[in-house]
């Protein structure tokens, strides 16, 4: 179960210097898509090899909405499959790290469809469509998965509990957070 936070976050904890958006893409027998990452990059908390739900940085005047239609143009392309933006729920705001933010969006679908790589084939590949399972049996610490994707699991397991009282989750801190020395030993 997700624990709430009983305390006032400071304004420090809360500001949001760089924002991104993550989608779980879910189908009805618990899968979500999956991409894996090509590049280690210390402010968003992802090394080489994680597997992760599309997620993309927003750009400047850019809106939620724009950032996730262009993650599916160059994350990830699905075959044959009109994502339900309009249906969109947003599942929780996640600090990877200080100041840096995910917003974790829920669409759902009614099957797994073919995906492809989008047109920045140098930062994921291996579109893959995961259980949900997996994510809850893997250990965090094992960076199997990026930092944020057991958080967006985690909220949207809380969501089906009861989607018309959900409201989104904060996490001001992610499980298996990537230590900094772990980057410094990568030389990233």
Aim: hydrophobic share 40%; proline share 5%.
């Amino acid at each position: 179960m997700i624990q709430e936070r009983i305390f006032k976050p400071t304004e420090e904890e809360i500001t949001e210097n760089v924002i991104g958006v993550g989608v779980l893409l879910v189908t009805p027998d618990f899968r979500f898509l999956t991409v894996q990452e090509l590049k280690t990059k210390r402010s968003t908390g992802k090394i080489v090899g994680m597997r992760t739900a599309p997620m993309e940085t927003v750009i400047d005047g850019e809106s939620d909405d724009d950032a996730i239609k262009r993650l599916f143009q160059e994350e990830v392309v699905l075959n044959e499959a009109e994502l339900p933006l309009d249906k969109k729920v947003l599942l929780c705001k996640i600090q990877l790290t200080k100041g840096v933010w995910l917003h974790g969006y829920l669409l759902q679908i009614e099957q797994p469809v073919l995906a492809a790589i989008g047109t920045e084939k140098h930062e994921v590949a291996g579109p893959l469509w995961t259980s949900i399972e997996e994510v809850l049996q893997s250990n965090p610490d094992d960076r199997q998965f990026r930092p944020g994707v057991r958080e967006l699991v985690l909220s949207y397991l809380t969501f089906l509990e009861s989607p018309e009282n959900f409201s989104p989750h904060l996490f001001f801190r992610t499980q298996g957070k990537v230590q900094d020395e772990v980057f410094d030993s990568l030389g990233a």
